[in-house]
């Protein structure tokens, strides 16, 4: 028989990723500025077409600020100061905010690359176990490095087994066109670039190999998640509404989202296709479910593999899809 301090602990995690069921949905969004940092990745775009078309005052909302980070190390400092609410990361870069001590949740999926993130590989490299001994050009701590290290595990491979060759993601794909290596991880616009740069380059491996494992969530301060619980709720029905709007207008919306990350829909066109955006609907059947049971510990293994996550963190300290689950 469980003790009550073990029935307790074993509740308690239920409740937080939204396990045990709810009747009643969240209150409106409480009075004030809800405050978002999002970086500029077309994964993040419903925010855009939710601010184009006024959906965050549909939803109840007072204010909501969206405000650009250039990078990871900002978006942290600023979450961790209070200066905002909410951000928009990497599922790993999310892990590694957590262990690091950061009080934040995530509470919704967003999104997850099929083919926007990749390794494309000259012509004499023809299966991932070709890629022993071989010089790999990628960008560390970042979905780049995260791709890679599941490439090699997929195919037996230990990170010692080739050479790292350490440069942002920008220059990845030129090292291969320069035929400075003969594998690069990099991600769009990079890889669209880099295969118009050299016909003969091919996509060797992809998320679309390891699903979820390259993907976006909303965190949320804990301390907001505790006293504005109606806010977060507006936010992901937000977010879902966003979603609709482009999925029925997806060329005007692309057109949104492309002006709001600083480029053209053409540019950025295969891109968007080999992006996958989550709905409430859809998070609704995994965030607690195979996001939490399969996709959690693949991406905690490669991140704590690259050095992203430096101390253990449990689905129940990372996630809390109680939101997505009343709904």
């Not at 440069?167 to 990099?186: C, E």
């Not at 540019?267 to 998070?283: C, I, P, R």
């Not at 430096?310 to 709904?327: G, H, M, R």
Request: with cysteine.
């Amino acid at each position: 028989m469980l003790s009550l301090r073990a029935l307790k602990h074993t509740l308690a995690a239920a409740c937080c990723l939204g396990l045990l069921a709810s009747t009643s949905s969240f209150a409106a969004p409480e009075a004030g500025t809800l405050k978002m940092g999002v970086e500029p990745w077309l994964g993040y775009g419903q925010w855009h077409v939710a601010t184009e078309h006024d959906l965050f005052k549909k939803q109840g909302f007072e204010k909501v600020e969206v405000i650009n980070f250039a990078e990871d190390k900002d978006i942290n400092a600023a979450l961790a100061s209070g200066q905002i609410d909410a951000a928009n990361i990497a599922t790993h870069t999310a892990m590694g905010m957590i262990s690091a001590g950061l009080p934040v949740k995530i509470v919704l999926l967003l999104d997850q690359s099929n083919t926007a993130d990749a390794m494309l590989v000259s012509p004499e490299v023809k299966s991932l176990q070709d890629l022993k001994g071989k010089q790999v050009a990628y960008e560390e701590g970042t979905t780049s490095d995260i791709l890679l290290r599941s490439a090699l595990a997929s195919a037996g491979l230990a990170f010692s087994d080739i050479k790292p060759v350490p440069m942002p993601a920008a220059s990845a794909g030129s090292a291969l066109i320069a035929k400075r290596v003969p594998v690069a991880v990099t991600y769009e616009p990079y890889l669209s670039v880099a295969m118009q740069g050299d016909p003969n380059l091919k996509m060797l491996y992809s998320g679309h190999a390891d699903p979820g494992l390259i993907s976006d969530v909303l965190v949320v301060r804990d301390d907001v998640i505790k006293n504005k619980p109606g806010q977060i709720a507006a936010l992901i029905k937000t977010w879902d509404a966003a979603l609709a709007h482009y999925q029925a207008n997806t060329a005007a919306d692309r057109a949104v989202i492309a002006k709001a990350v600083g480029a053209t829909p053409e540019e950025l066109k295969t891109a968007f296709d080999g992006v996958k955006y989550y709905s409430l609907a859809e998070n609704k059947q995994v965030l607690s479910h195979d996001f939490t049971s399969k996709t959690f510990p693949h991406v905690l293994k490669a991140a704590t593999d690259a050095g992203i996550v430096q101390q253990p963190v449990t689905p129940a300290q990372v996630i809390d899809a109680s939101f997505v689950n009343a709904e």
